[in-house]
């Protein structure tokens, strides 16, 4: 099992970026999908969480109404499009399967916002 997270980046306040996860050695299509992540000195939260055919979303309230989970089960890809980003969106941003708790995580892609 492999997750593989890219697309992050400097960004200014105000920014956005979209966040890619490739995931394999396992059946992508029949699991919920979500994205975490982890600031520095701070535990690792839950952003959003995807249901496994996408119709069903989850939020933080932290990052309701800015960003976006969706996912290709055709390419076996996750996806989160951030806007509105703030200084305290700076995390390394991690997508794993929650109903899949025993598997490695990746290596997460950095967000860092500032001006």
């Known amino acids: 099992v492999q997750f593989v997270e890219s697309g992050g980046g400097l960004v200014q306040p105000g920014g956005s970026l979209r966040l890619s996860c490739v995931a394999s050695g396992f059946p992508f299509s029949a699991y919920a999908m979500t994205w975490y992540r982890q600031a520095p000195g701070k535990e690792r939260e839950l952003v959003a969480t995807i249901g496994r055919a996408g119709g069903t979303t989850y939020y933080a309230s932290s990052v309701k109404g800015r960003f976006t989970i969706s996912r290709d089960n055709a390419k076996n890809t996750l996806y989160l499009q951030m806007s509105s980003l703030k200084p305290e969106d700076t995390a390394v941003h991690y997508c794993?399967?929650?109903?899949?708790?025993?598997?490695?995580w990746g290596q997460g892609t950095q967000v860092t916002v500032s001006s």
């Open positions: 794993h399967a929650p109903a899949r708790p025993f598997d490695s």
